[in-house]
């Protein structure tokens, strides 16, 4: 286990983010303390991806700032990784190849120590796409955590999986976080998910942070349990902004 | 069971060569009875009696060689120009800004068309051969490589950046092998325009090659060194398709679409 000061500290300031005429973001004030895994969630177009490609340095706000580690962030940030929605893996190179991706050769081991912790280092040898969809998510989160990022940012990479996969992923990168100490930043639409996973939900609405609430359940989190469904419920009604006494139409049904 | 399959394999290895070799069983048959007159078709036997001669002459081998130069030299210099400007152009707004609209214009122009000046410019020497085909080459590979750059995956390149991965190695391990399948296309499609011009070329202006063989045959009413020199035709078109497939299920065995080809 890492120390508890692996992760990285991350403060958003005010951050503003226009395209043309559009405001996508008006002023994001966050704070991210090191080793804690915060989940962020909106309806689609609310500006949450906008927000994780600033944190990453591959856009630059239109105002405001982002500090990690109380140093201003310019350009892409090393420590930094991003799990993507899609795997993104380099058809053209070998699993092992892409997990080992920007590292140098003599870090070969640490590629394949993550392999192994996704519990692919079997298809070390395999081309992408004889990988199922869940497989390559998994080889996309060895790549991540391979070169030991300090913050890991994850764009909804659980979004395009089944059910079982996904909760099976949900475990592995609770397990994997836990084991490394780093910061975690979960972007998904899927309230449950953010409840199971993380310290914190956090609600991004018009641009603006609308809701932040901690997670005080222990962990591993079980699902079926009354409260926990309840929170799932409360959260879910706040994002659909109904009034808290009416009935939960679009409630899902807890698993 | 094991021997049925292994025939199999060799009747479905056999049957693409049926048609050929029942056309030119019929075609022996028709001429050497006289109904095709030998002046307009000769007599397959005739044709590999003249390419028997022509080998133990040592003649045919010397106007191969001259050919397959010019073709390779061509090749390589217009397909070097036409890579380096299509990778520029691709990567490069500001080159493509500059240069696209000028190489756009000269594309136009078919290169064949050039032929009365080459002639002018080179004479019949060799440089106007191997221009003519590298004028030819050039452009289907520029315009491939530029396409096949133009059309990386936005999603793999955002990653590598993310990942790492900095302008050389960028290029190196994601941009270049996205547009390969791209170029390779335009190399094949490239080795077919090759051969035409050369043809074209050898045979309007030329004092050796395959085309000029053929040329010099016409003059003494020898058809089947005509002949000959068509079928070494097809013969150097479809090895150089077969080394391009060949160079595809090389370099793209990472793709699905190539695996069985």
């Given at each position: 286990m890492e120390s508890p000061t692996f992760g990285t500290h991350l403060q958003i300031n005010g951050v503003e983010k226009h395209f043309g005429n559009q405001q996508v973001l008006r002023g994001i004030d966050l704070e991210v303390q090191p080793g804690e895994f915060v989940a962020i969630i909106g309806r689609?177009?609310?500006g949450k991806s906008t927000l994780l490609r600033l944190i990453a340095g591959l856009d630059e706000p239109t105002a405001g700032e982002i500090k990690a580690n109380s140093e201003l962030m310019k350009?892409?940030?090393?420590e930094v990784r991003i799990m993507f929605q899609?795997?993104?893996?380099?058809?053209?190179?070998?699993v092992i190849q892409n997990v080992a991706?920007?590292?140098?050769?003599?870090d070969l081991p640490k590629a394949e120590l993550a392999l192994k912790q996704v519990g692919l280092i079997d298809r070390?040898?395999?081309?992408?796409?004889?990988?199922s969809g869940g497989q390559k998510q998994r080889v996309a989160l060895a790549r991540a955590l391979a070169s030991k990022p300090r913050l890991l940012l994850l764009d909804?990479?659980?979004?395009?999986?089944d059910a079982l996969t996904r909760i099976e992923m949900q475990r592995l990168i609770e397990r994997l976080w836990k084991e490394q100490g780093f910061t975690a930043l979960l972007i998904t639409h899927d309230v449950e998910e953010a409840v199971a996973m993380a310290d914190r939900v956090v609600l991004i609405e018009d641009g603006k942070i609308a809701m932040d609430t901690p997670i005080k359940f222990p962990?591993?989190?079980?699902?079926?349990n009354a409260a926990f469904a309840a929170l799932v419920e409360k959260i879910l009604r706040r994002v659909m902004g109904?009034?808290?006494?009416?009935?939960?139409?679009?409630a899902r049904q807890s698993t | 069971m094991k021997k049925s399959l292994f025939s199999d394999q060799v009747k479905k290895q056999l049957i693409p060569w049926l048609l050929p070799i029942l056309i030119l069983i019929i075609w022996q048959l028709l001429s050497s009875k006289g109904i095709l007159s030998t002046k307009i078709l000769p007599v397959p036997s005739d044709v590999v009696m003249a390419g028997v001669e022509l080998i133990r002459s040592g003649e045919l081998f010397q106007h191969l060689l001259i050919s397959f130069k010019r073709a390779i030299i061509g090749f390589l210099i217009g397909g070097s120009i036409g890579l380096f400007l299509g990778l520029i152009n691709g990567l490069f707004p500001i080159a493509d800004r500059i240069f696209d609209t000028t190489i756009q214009m000269v594309r136009?122009?078919?290169?064949?068309?050039?032929i009365p000046l080459v002639i002018l410019w080179f004479?019949?020497?060799e440089e106007a051969k191997v221009f003519l085909v590298a004028a030819g080459v050039l452009f289907p590979i520029y315009v491939n490589t530029l396409h096949g750059i133009r059309s990386v995956d936005q999603g793999l390149i955002e990653m590598g950046r993310v990942y790492g991965l900095r302008s050389w190695l960028l290029f190196w391990q994601v941009v270049l092998p996205g547009a390969l399948p791209s170029i390779l296309v335009g190399v094949r499609y490239a080795l077919g325009i090759m051969w035409l011009t050369l043809i074209v070329a050898e045979t309007i202006s030329?004092?050796?090659?395959i085309g000029y063989m053929a040329m010099n045959a016409r003059e003494f009413m020898q058809t089947d060194v005509v002949l000959l020199s068509i079928l070494l035709y097809a013969l150097f078109g479809k090895i150089a398709d077969s080394m391009a497939k060949w160079l595809e299920r090389k370099c793209l065995n990472w793709n699905p679409n190539y695996q069985n080809l």
């Amino acid at each position: 286990m890492e120390s508890p000061t692996f992760g990285t500290h991350l403060q958003i300031n005010g951050v503003e983010k226009h395209f043309g005429n559009q405001q996508v973001l008006r002023g994001i004030d966050l704070e991210v303390q090191p080793g804690e895994f915060v989940a962020i969630i909106g309806r689609s177009g609310c500006g949450k991806s906008t927000l994780l490609r600033l944190i990453a340095g591959l856009d630059e706000p239109t105002a405001g700032e982002i500090k990690a580690n109380s140093e201003l962030m310019k350009g892409l940030n090393p420590e930094v990784r991003i799990m993507f929605q899609d795997a993104r893996l380099l058809p053209w190179k070998r699993v092992i190849q892409n997990v080992a991706i920007g590292m140098k050769k003599e870090d070969l081991p640490k590629a394949e120590l993550a392999l192994k912790q996704v519990g692919l280092i079997d298809r070390a040898k395999e081309w992408p796409h004889v990988l199922s969809g869940g497989q390559k998510q998994r080889v996309a989160l060895a790549r991540a955590l391979a070169s030991k990022p300090r913050l890991l940012l994850l764009d909804e990479p659980l979004g395009a999986l089944d059910a079982l996969t996904r909760i099976e992923m949900q475990r592995l990168i609770e397990r994997l976080w836990k084991e490394q100490g780093f910061t975690a930043l979960l972007i998904t639409h899927d309230v449950e998910e953010a409840v199971a996973m993380a310290d914190r939900v956090v609600l991004i609405e018009d641009g603006k942070i609308a809701m932040d609430t901690p997670i005080k359940f222990p962990r591993p989190r079980q699902r079926g349990n009354a409260a926990f469904a309840a929170l799932v419920e409360k959260i879910l009604r706040r994002v659909m902004g109904e009034e808290e006494n009416t009935p939960a139409v679009y409630a899902r049904q807890s698993t | 069971m094991k021997k049925s399959l292994f025939s199999d394999q060799v009747k479905k290895q056999l049957i693409p060569w049926l048609l050929p070799i029942l056309i030119l069983i019929i075609w022996q048959l028709l001429s050497s009875k006289g109904i095709l007159s030998t002046k307009i078709l000769p007599v397959p036997s005739d044709v590999v009696m003249a390419g028997v001669e022509l080998i133990r002459s040592g003649e045919l081998f010397q106007h191969l060689l001259i050919s397959f130069k010019r073709a390779i030299i061509g090749f390589l210099i217009g397909g070097s120009i036409g890579l380096f400007l299509g990778l520029i152009n691709g990567l490069f707004p500001i080159a493509d800004r500059i240069f696209d609209t000028t190489i756009q214009m000269v594309r136009n122009i078919p290169h064949l068309a050039m032929i009365p000046l080459v002639i002018l410019w080179f004479g019949i020497g060799e440089e106007a051969k191997v221009f003519l085909v590298a004028a030819g080459v050039l452009f289907p590979i520029y315009v491939n490589t530029l396409h096949g750059i133009r059309s990386v995956d936005q999603g793999l390149i955002e990653m590598g950046r993310v990942y790492g991965l900095r302008s050389w190695l960028l290029f190196w391990q994601v941009v270049l092998p996205g547009a390969l399948p791209s170029i390779l296309v335009g190399v094949r499609y490239a080795l077919g325009i090759m051969w035409l011009t050369l043809i074209v070329a050898e045979t309007i202006s030329a004092d050796s090659g395959i085309g000029y063989m053929a040329m010099n045959a016409r003059e003494f009413m020898q058809t089947d060194v005509v002949l000959l020199s068509i079928l070494l035709y097809a013969l150097f078109g479809k090895i150089a398709d077969s080394m391009a497939k060949w160079l595809e299920r090389k370099c793209l065995n990472w793709n699905p679409n190539y695996q069985n080809l």
